[in-house]
């Protein structure tokens, strides 16, 4: 029975929109995170000495809160993929299967 549903799952117009909708989703949040760092890299490779000067009077450096903010970044990111996935792809999921069961 079981692959019956997955035979009939695999010829559903809904399943195939369903995966390229999750997909396109998760590889444009890849590709954020992604840039997001590969910018951060950049910075530290080819600006050195901004990355590396002091906020204020403090000797904390510019680099310190942005290399914060981009595991932030990549948590919020990793949090909206799930947030999504639990509510709107997943829901989805479930009432196709529901559709498709005898």
């Not at 995170?33 to 901004?50: H, I, N, P, S």
């Not at 290399?67 to 990793?78: R, V």
């Not at 909206?80 to 299967?97: C, G, H, K, P, Q």
Request: charged share 15%; glycine share 10%.
């Amino acid at each position: 029975m079981t692959g019956d549903i997955i035979s009939r799952l695999g010829a559903s117009p809904r399943y195939h929109t369903l995966v390229r909708r999750r997909s396109r989703f998760g590889w444009l949040l890849s590709g954020l995170v992604l840039g997001a760092f590969t910018v951060f890299t950049l910075l530290m490779a080819y600006e050195k000495a901004w990355m590396a000067s002091p906020i204020g009077a403090g000797v904390t450096s510019i680099g310190v809160p942005i290399g914060m903010g981009l595991i932030l970044f990549a948590i919020a990111m990793t949090a909206l993929y799930v947030w999504r996935s639990n509510t709107a792809f997943d829901s989805e999921m479930a009432a196709l299967i529901a559709e498709l069961e005898p």
